[in-house]
């Protein structure tokens, strides 16, 4: 049988008229499907079987569910070949935020890192990316209105699968979500960044930097490191000149690793050369790996001095802090491995990658 999230709708309606059926099928398809989230082909009462025995729309099937209580919910999804990826739905009043995986574990073996621990084994296909949304809408109850490519695996390194599950996304006549609420979070491939602007998507581009320097990147994530840094913030130029959408810096700070005053000083002038804002992470700690969380005083410090240098800065706020927030940990957790976290005595243990901003420091005025 085919998958209907693989398909596009010219692909579709091929399918449809190799089938022998009318061309209105298509419409019908993509109507119970991404309009009202059907995942099984028996409820679609007004197709025929012929089409019904042709296509299946899931793949995958959801294994485990943690939900916090501020109602953010991680699933873990099993995929046909046992591989298993996690996705979260972070809810706000306003909106549901889908963060999907693109590959089954990682291949660039940040060190603070749980995803890429046990390494990459294979990209997902774009029905397996589009099938996270339907799962995170059926268990949550709630349509997915934004979403951000910042869970498992390098998103860059599955460049097709994740472009076309992009156009999905955004298609008014498939899951119709404004590009504008669309992120895609990259350490940083420059042939990958320039193939993704070449497809003219008004998509969010956030850079995983979490190093100011080429020597300190190579220490925490040495694969990204073969490229320089430079490379890297010439091709985040480009992108931001082909459609003037502000690049995003994502920067996780690893107590006593890259929290420094000099780091924030080199974080400051990458800044200043990037139509760009900067997004302060906490460190959720992973048991098997010698990094911590800094404290708030350091975080905040941190901040303001990237404020006071004219910055646009936020600290992410702690979302799913009870539901193995950290990307990779609940997959490490049921698959037999140890991610309980131990953090310092009064501070919240884990982030989520995409909810809203804690707080902005603003720069002083005349600066």
Known sequence: MKTLLDLTPEQLAAEIAEIGQPAYRVTQILDWVYKKGATDMAAMTNLPAAIKQHFTVLTSRVVSKAESTDGTIKLLVELADGGRIECVMIPTEARATACLSSQVGCGMECMFCASGMNG???????????????????????????????????????????????????????????????????????????????????????????????????????????????????????????????????????????????????????????????????YNPVPELPFDRPSNTTLQAFADRLAKRGVNVQIRRPRGIDADAACGQLRRRLDGEPTETAPPQGEPTGETPAETPEETPKPPEGV
């Open 120 to 282: 990459l084994e294979r990209n997902l296909s774009t029905g397996e990316i589009l099938e996270q949304i339907l799962h995170l809408q059926k268990e949550s109850g709630r349509r997915i209105s934004h979403v951000v490519f910042m869970g498992m695996g390098e998103p860059l390194a599955n460049t097709e699968a994740v472009i076309a599950a992009i156009h999905a996304i955004i298609d008014s006549a498939r899951q119709g979500v404004s590009a504008r609420h669309v992120t895609l979070s990259t350490v940083g491939l420059p042939k990958q960044i320039r193939r993704l602007a070449a497809e003219e998507l008004p998509i969010t581009l956030a850079i995983s930097l979490h190093a100011p320097n080429d020597a300190l990147r190579r220490e925490l994530m040495p694969k990204a490191a073969q490229v320089p840094l430079e490379d890297v913030l010439a091709a985040a130029e480009e992108f931001y000149q082909s459609r003037h959408r502000e690049i995003t810096l994502e920067y996780v700070l690893l107590a006593g690793v890259n929290d420094t005053n000099v780091c924030a000083e080199a974080l400051a002038r990458i800044a200043g050369r990037l139509r760009c804002s900067v997004n302060l992470i906490r």
